[in-house]
């Protein structure tokens, strides 16, 4: 018997997933996974793993709206990809998607590509925003976290990258960058 399972997801820790729970449980879905982790890439999303190991053939991943699943095509092609290796489909609640027609595929691609359009735009006006700072002396970027002069003081008394990053709580690729730069300047 195939089953609707429930995909909720917001960006940050101060986004509620309320709304879109309720809307997946109304929409009939038996199980619902939630989680609060940026769309852009699929790393770290441990639940929407659990619900893609979930699925069988027949069964429908719902979403309350395209860009809660992926906010690249590359991430939303491969995700349909999957589901539909697995016989599974994917239906969004606010939008006409459901892959188990051509008309909801057909939508669903249009979707993505919006959807990716949108992270484009944000990510430049991001851009736009830092570099007009920046002009204005108002940005500084993050503080630096590793300490250059215990970096070349270690390395100075022989001891090597590897036990220096440990000694530090750095990446060994940090300390060789560092040790560049040192060189280049």
Excluded: W
Aim: aromatic share 4%; charged share 30%; net charge positive.
């Amino acid at each position: 018997m195939s089953q609707l399972y429930g995909y909720a997801r917001v960006s940050s820790a101060g986004q509620d997933l309320s709304i879109q729970k309720t809307a997946l449980k109304a929409a009939g879905c038996s199980v619902i996974r939630a989680e609060k982790a940026s769309g852009t890439s699929r790393n770290g999303r441990t639940e929407l793993e659990t619900l893609l190991q979930f699925l069988r053939r027949g069964d429908t991943l719902v979403v309350t709206r395209i860009d809660r699943l992926a906010r690249s095509m590359r991430d939303l092609q491969n995700l349909v990809h999957e589901l539909r290796e697995k016989g599974a489909h994917l239906k969004a609640t606010e939008q006409p998607v459901d892959t188990s027609s051509a008309a909801g595929k057909a939508f669903l691609d249009m979707l993505g590509v919006f959807a990716e359009f949108e992270t484009s735009l944000r990510r430049e006006r991001q851009m736009e925003g830092i570099a007009a700072a920046k002009r204005k002396g108002v940005y500084k970027g993050r503080p630096r976290s590793i300490d250059a002069t215990k970096v070349r003081a270690l390395v100075a008394e022989g001891t090597g990258a590897t036990d220096v990053a440990k000694k530090l709580g750095i990446g060994r690729a940090s300390v060789y960058r560092l040790l560049r730069q040192s060189d280049a300047s």
